[in-house]
């Protein structure tokens, strides 16, 4: 009888571990107003307790993982030099995440979000 108790137990207990190990990818592009690539574009997310950072590549892509994940919201954050700042929040529930993010001139003082376009 106890050896049941311990393997019905025993996937519950693993079970239980991995839905609070929850993992979220964030990957995309950086462009510019014409659709070219945006290189060495620095992409930060941004939550709770944790920073994960990277830069775009010759192509103007990105790829960024979380691990270890709450409910809170993830912030992204996209600079280069003489483009504006570019900040989203994006929805932790998602286990992936592709953007393509439009990086306009201006001053790096100047934020930019998706719903002020």
Known sequence: MKLIKQLILCPIFF????????????????????GAPVVGAKVWLIF????????????GEFFNARTHGGSQNVNLLVSKEGKQLYY??????????????????GSQSELRTPEHE
């Open 15 to 34: 079970f239980s571990l991995s839905a609070c190990d929850s993992h979220m990818r964030v990957s995309g592009k950086v462009v510019d107003e014409n």
């Open 88 to 105: 989203e929040s994006i929805d932790s529930d998602k286990s992936k995440v592709s953007k393509t993010i439009v990086l306009k001139k």
């Open 48 to 59: 709770a307790n944790w920073v994960s950072d990277s830069v775009t590549d010759k192509n």
